[in-house]
């Protein structure tokens, strides 16, 4: 069985570079990436490949990935034109850790043409 193909270390930049210029053709809500920092190679169990997925190292250091994501993004932005914003504040409750009904809440707000952002409820003194 032949392992599967994945970018050289070399080659991450200009494939995460194609793949969100590619991706935002679609005009998606939102991207998100899978792995923000490399792993530490002290926490052991990983494959050797999963160490070094992130856009920062574990020192929070800039790679050249993280660098050509930032570019995409930055280019992409200054190129769009803002919808028009309909603002709600959602508040999470203090005493409340947010769960998949809150997430549902969210979600359901977005359907609704809504522009969500969370508000955290201060904790009574």
Request: hydrophobic fraction near 40%; include cysteine.
């Amino acid at each position: 069985m032949s392992p599967l193909w994945h970018p050289s270390p070399d080659d991450l930049p200009r494939y995460a570079r194609l793949l969100i210029d590619n991706a935002l053709r679609a005009q998606p809500w939102a991207l998100t990436w899978w792995c923000s920092h490399d792993v530490d190679r002290r926490l052991t169990g990983f494959d050797d490949l999963e160490y070094d997925l992130g856009l920062l190292t574990v020192h929070n250091e800039l790679k050249p990935i993280g660098i050509a994501v930032s570019q995409a993004i930055a280019e992409q932005r200054a190129t769009m034109q803002s919808p028009p914003r309909n603002p709600a504040t959602l508040v999470l409750p203090s005493d409340r850790t947010p769960d998949l009904p809150f997430a549902d809440t969210f979600f359901t707000m977005i359907d609704k043409g809504q522009d969500p952002s969370i508000s955290l409820d201060s904790p009574p003194s």
